[in-house]
């Protein structure tokens, strides 16, 4: 069984938020927006299998399975009911959350993420090479996928993947292979922002972004020029700006 090392910070009373990390980044990818999310919700972080302080399961698992252990999580710490944001994997977690539990998840954001993160063959490969050589076969590209070029604050998100179990970050990238709601999204009914970078990648707007705005009912889409795939950790300020209106504007019940 899938189970996430967590953290809670902010006010016990208050509304709660649930954040969702990216492929090889710990909880610590939020550290920016940390202080304004704090302010005004209880904030439920936590650590995909294998990063940061998570244990890597016994055999393989999927997005729904990383969802279902996001719900028991909540359960863990009394959340009935939360917003959800995600990074990447993260965001692929909070969508197949709000198709599997509907009534938990009162708002969405979903940060440079796609329902489908490409062919399946590519994640495989990748996942064979951490397991042959370890994260650190990724860790002198990996700026290069997750920043534009000018950015020069890459080195902690580096060290998260370099910190990574190679066979958590293995069964993560399988997950990945597998995943695809893009014939699902209409099934979501959370208010939902989705924020891309411009410069992203992985999961550039066209094509990724694009599609969930067009699946999901009502969604919004922010672009930030200047951000990559770490959009939340690159341009700190506009994305804690628009994740922070979007909860203010969609969020307002109990967290407990």
């Keep these: ?28 990818l939020w550290l920016p927006q940390l202080p304004t999310l704090t302010a005004g919700w209880r904030v439920l972080r936590y650590d995909l299998p294998g990063h940061g302080g998570s244990p890597t399961p016994d055999g393989p698992f999927t997005v729904a399975d990383l969802a279902d252990a996001v719900a028991r999580l909540m359960d863990e710490h009394g959340v009935d009911r939360a917003a959800y944001a995600g990074v990447s994997l993260g965001g692929a977690v909070g969508v197949e959350l709000a198709l599997r539990a509907p009534d938990r998840v009162a708002s969405l954001v979903l940060c440079c993420t796609s329902p ?13 090479l951490v397991r042959r050589d370890g994260t650190e076969a990724l860790a002198e590209t990996a700026p290069g996928r997750w920043f534009t070029p000018g950015f020069t604050g890459a080195e902690p998100y580096v060290a998260m993947l370099r910190a990574a179990d190679r066979e958590g970050y293995a069964a993560c990238c399988e997950a990945l292979a597998r995943f695809d709601a893009t014939d699902r999204l209409g099934g979501i009914t959370a208010p939902t922002l989705v924020i891309a970078g411009a410069d992203d990648v992985p999961t550039p707007p066209r094509g990724h972004a694009d599609r969930l705005v067009a699946g999901i009912p009502d969604a919004r889409l922010t672009v930030l020029d200047g951000a990559a795939h770490l959009a939340n950790a690159e341009r700190p300020g506009p994305v804690t700006g628009a994740i922070a209106a979007h909860l203010d504007r969609t969020w307002k019940g ?3």
């Design 254 to 256: 109990t967290g407990r």
């Design 116 to 128: 489908r993160f490409g062919e399946p063959g590519p994640w495989r490969e990748r996942a064979a």
């Design 1 to 28: 069984m899938i189970a996430p090392h967590a953290r809670v910070d902010g006010p016990d009373d208050a509304p709660a938020v649930v954040l969702g990390p990216s492929l090889g980044t710990s909880m610590d």
